[in-house]
């Protein structure tokens, strides 16, 4: 089975603060994206990436930044946490367009609830 | 107007009902899929279509391409349905670009 593992399942940090969220994936997956949800909107992207070192904007992308140093790894940082960052974050993998395997666009991670005070 | 809309946003249902989710989009796609994420966060794949009808269980679902509309129906719900439910649309680009509805948080109350 395919694995997407968030770091951390909750997550409180304090306005101005730099925030690393991690996510893992274990199945080679080319591409990994990073939305965040919420009530009434629905699941919002705002990164993503299609190899190591490529990055691409989605939807949202103002106040956040991502790393992907390793196939495996992909990262978001809040760079100066706000208030209106206070969200659930889903990461999610998939292989491009051809290749998946299963009849799920792409793998979620159990997210990460996280709340700026 | 969003790409992806769904109705309702919240329904209550007493166990044993049938159970109806609407899902209709604006956009050329080439697969619909309707998701299932539990309290807790995690999203799983119920279908993924792309014409006609699948059923799996107690769970239908159904796609008309030309009134761009979909429907995922429950039978006999049972509190264990009780979950937000995610019409999502792919769309044919350089990558594997989803667009995701507002989902429909469902209660079903024994």
Redesign the interface.
């Known amino acids: 089975d395919v694995k997407v593992t968030q770091s951390s399942r909750y997550l409180v940090k304090r306005t101005g603060e730099k925030v690393f969220l991690e996510c893992v994936q274990d199945m080679d997956h080319e591409n990994m994206f990073w939305y965040r949800q919420d009530p009434g909107l629905g699941l919002r992207l705002i990164y993503f990436s299609y190899d190591v070192k490529m990055k691409e904007k989605g939807d949202i992308p103002e106040g956040y930044s991502v790393s992907r140093e390793k196939k495996e790894r992909f990262s978001l940082i809040l760079e100066s946490a706000s208030t209106n960052q206070t969200s659930m974050y889903l990461c999610a993998s998939s292989f491009p367009p051809g290749r998946s395997v299963s009849n799920q666009p792409q793998h979620f991670g159990d997210g990460t609830r996280l709340s700026i005070l | 107007k ?1 790409e ?1 809309e769904q109705s309702p ?1 919240n329904l209550t249902a007493q166990e044993g009902e049938f159970i109806t989710i609407n899902c209709s989009y604006s956009v050329g796609i080439s ?1 619909l ?1 309707w998701l299932q994420q539990h309290p ?6 119920l ?2 279509l792309s014409s006609g009808k699948k059923k799996h269980g107690r769970l239908i679902a159904t796609i008309n391409i030309q009134e761009k509309h979909s429907s995922l129906h429950i039978t006999a719900s049972h509190p264990r349905d009780s979950a937000v439910y ?1 019409c ?1 649309v ?1 769309v ?1 680009t350089s ?2 670009k ?1 667009i ?4 429909t948080s469902l209660s079903v109350i024994p």
């Open positions: 969003n992806v946003q697969a899929h807790g966060g995690g999203i799983v794949s279908f993924m995610i999502a792919e044919k990558y594997d989803v995701f509805g507002p989902g």
